[in-house]
C-alpha cells in the first residue's frame, strides 16, 4: 500500500460500543430532563401528583404529538427495560425492615395488591378489546 492510502485509513470511526454508550447517555439524559421538567411544573403549579408522573406524561405528549421521535430513546428505553430487576433491589432491601408491620397489616396489605393487580389486568384487557373492535 502506499503512503496516501495509509493517509486515508488513519481516520477510523469509532468502535460500536463507543457509540453505544454515548448514544444511551445522551438519551439518559433526555429522559432525566424530561423528569426534572415534569418536577419542576409540579413545584411551579402545586400539582398533587408526583413529578415524575408528570414527566411521563409529557414524554408520551411529546411522542403521540410526533415531537420526539421513540428511536430517540429506544438505546436508553432497552438498557433501562433490560436491567429494570435491579431497581427492585432497594425496594426489598427496605421491606426487610417492615417485618412488624407485615405481621399486623399484611393480610390488608396482600388483599390491596391482588385487588389493585386485578383491576389494573382487567382494564388492560378491556381497553384492548376496546381499541381491537374499533381498528
Known sequence: MSQAADAVQVRRAAPWFVRDLSLGALQ?????????AGVWVVKKVALPLPGNLVGLVLLYSLLALGIVKLSWFETAG??????????FVPITVGLMDAGSLFATHGV?????????AAVGIILAE???????RNS
Not at 28 to 34: E, H, S, V
Not at 78 to 85: C, G, I, N, P, Y
Not at 108 to 116: H, V
Not at 126 to 132: E, F
Open 28 to 36: 439518559i439524559f433526555g429522559l432525566w430532563t424530561l423528569n426534572c
Open 78 to 87: 432497552s438498557f433501562l427495560v433490560r436491567h429494570l430487576a435491579f431497581f
Open 108 to 116: 390488608g396489605i396482600i388483599l390491596t395488591l391482588a385487588a389493585s
Open 126 to 132: 378491556w381497553i384492548s378489546q376496546l381499541l381491537l
